[in-house]
């Protein structure tokens, strides 16, 4: 007698495999993620601003740098600190500029550029801000407040007020001529009493007086980190051809001769820009020295 094969439904099968699978499952290892507790992304190093400079010159136009430093030299300690492990955040500066100043930034002078009420996204860095002024007046460079405001508690950080000084000063009434043709060999330059009638030449001038030349320059010019401009006022009088304005103590003795002296001639009535601070002499440029010998003349600087 023939027994007939048993017929097992298709999800009876099923069953048994998904039996199957759930009791080979193993539960190897749990891993847990910590909770990570949240701070401030950014933090303020000081209220008030600390400039990189002192002063700034009347009408000088140029950069200066601001951040925590205090009484330590400037550089020490950054304005304000973001630290965002990983991750970025979004900030907002809320300012308005004062005459004199055109631009804000961070960072190197121009490496990020600021303007109030537009979001900055950074992830950890230091920042020191930078501002440009054109033409500061002789009040100086005005204060004024730039205000962060971030994801939790906003900051506010003051720039200091920056004062004016005058932008070159005369460091003699009359001035001193010297010859410098063999300065080369003689470091102390020689004190001109007189010149020969119909010879032509070079003269230094400062304000070095007894002193060798060089001690003392006719003028200095203060402006660091900008740039100035003062215009000369002269009629030079007979036998002087033309004026220059050498930098003093340049390292160059035999400077004030035919090879330098067109690069540094003035022109009355003409400005003259400064890169910055320094200090300076004149050489002047003589032929034919009459039987009168060289006559006096003036030089007025104006702004």
């Known amino acids: 007698m023939k027994i007939a094969r048993k017929y097992i439904p298709p999800i009876s099968i099923l069953l048994i495999s998904t039996l199957g699978v759930a009791y080979a499952a193993t539960n190897l290892f749990t891993q847990t993620f ?3 507790p949240a701070v401030s992304g950014i933090t303020s190093n000081c209220t008030t601003l600390k400039p990189s400079v002192a002063s700034v010159a009347v009408g000088s136009s140029g950069t200066a740098s601001f951040d925590c430093s205090g009484a330590s030299p400037f550089g020490t300690t ?5 630290n965002t492990p990983a991750a970025t955040i979004s900030i907002t500066p809320q300012f308005t ?3 004199p100043y055109t631009s804000l930034s961070l960072a190197s002078c121009g490496q990020i550029s600021l303007s109030s009420g537009t979001p900055l996204t950074t992830g950890s860095a230091s920042y020191t801000y930078c501002v440009q002024y054109t033409s500061a007046p002789s009040t100086g460079l005005p204060t004024f407040d730039i205000t962060w405001t971030t994801p939790t508690t906003p ?10 000084t005058s932008g070159i000063t005369s460091n003699c009434v009359t001035l001193t001529p010297f010859d410098i ?11 001109i009493t007189s010149v020969a009638t119909g ?23 203060f402006s660091p980190g900008a740039s100035i401009a003062f215009t000369p006022q002269f009629t030079a009088p007979p036998s002087y051809v033309a004026v220059a304005a050498f930098p003093s103590f340049s390292g160059r003795p035999g400077a004030c001769d035919a090879g330098y002296f067109p690069a540094y001639q003035i022109t009355s009535g003409t400005s003259v820009t400064f890169s910055g601070s320094g200090t300076f002499a004149y050489c002047v440029h003589f032929q034919n020295v009459p ?3 060289l006559p006096t003349f003036d030089i007025t600087w104006t702004t």
């Open 291 to 293: 039987s009168s010998g």
């Open 181 to 191: 043709s063999n300065a080369q060999s003689n470091t102390f330059g020689n004190h």
């Open 199 to 221: 010879s032509s030449g070079f003269i230094f001038f400062d304000c070095s007086g007894a002193s060798q030349y060089q001690t003392t320059p006719a003028f200095s010019v």
């Open 78 to 82: 950054a304005a304000f600190t973001v």
């Open 34 to 36: 910590p909770a990570i």
């Open 97 to 99: 500029l004062p005459a």
């Open 155 to 164: 900051f506010t950080q003051t720039f200091p007020a920056v004062s004016a």
